[in-house]
């Protein structure tokens, strides 16, 4: 892969993580706007059901934050041409294409699937410094790094 569609896919990933971090937002202000009753509207067990919407208000702060995170992290990739697994390297895996340094779900970049990898997720530590075709044991199945770009 040129470097021109490795940043195509890292622009696609950005897209992507951004959409899902507006979705974030607007969960979390429709929560907020859902706990915001009328005095008129009170009844004996609202103090409960506002204290739970303030739970899931945390809740979904908790992952905007995470989502805002991982944004930044997305943008800091450096995806120059690589030939080890690293965070920035775009690998496929058993068919399936992935981009280590940011864990995120399904995107699509040029007709191609990818999902993110985080540095943190356990089967990185497997992986790391490998290059392709090199074998590794992961879940107590030997695979196969078919490429690293």
């Known amino acids: 892969m040129d470097s021109r569609s490795k940043q195509q896919v890292k622009d696609d990933l950005l897209a992507h993580l951004q959409e899902r971090l507006a979705s974030s937002t607007s969960s979390t202000a429709q929560q907020a706007a859902a706990g915001a009753d009328a005095p008129e509207q009170r009844r004996v067990d609202d ?17 905007d ?22 965070p920035g390297a775009i690998i496929e895996l058993d068919g399936r294409h992935y981009v280590v340094g940011v864990p995120t779900d399904e995107f ?16 990185y530590d497997v992986i790391h410094g490998l290059r392709a075709d090199d074998t590794f044991s992961f879940g107590g199945q030997d695979q196969i790094i078919t490429s690293v770009d």
């Open 47 to 63: 103090d409960s059901q506002r204290d739970e919407a303030g739970d899931l208000h945390d809740i979904f702060g908790r992952a």
């Open 65 to 86: 934050a995470q989502e805002r995170l991982d944004l930044k992290e997305a943008r800091a990739l450096d995806v120059s041409p690589r030939d080890v697994v690293g």
């Open 108 to 123: 699509v970049s040029g007709g191609v699937a990818y999902e993110g990898i985080a540095t943190d997720a356990p089967i």
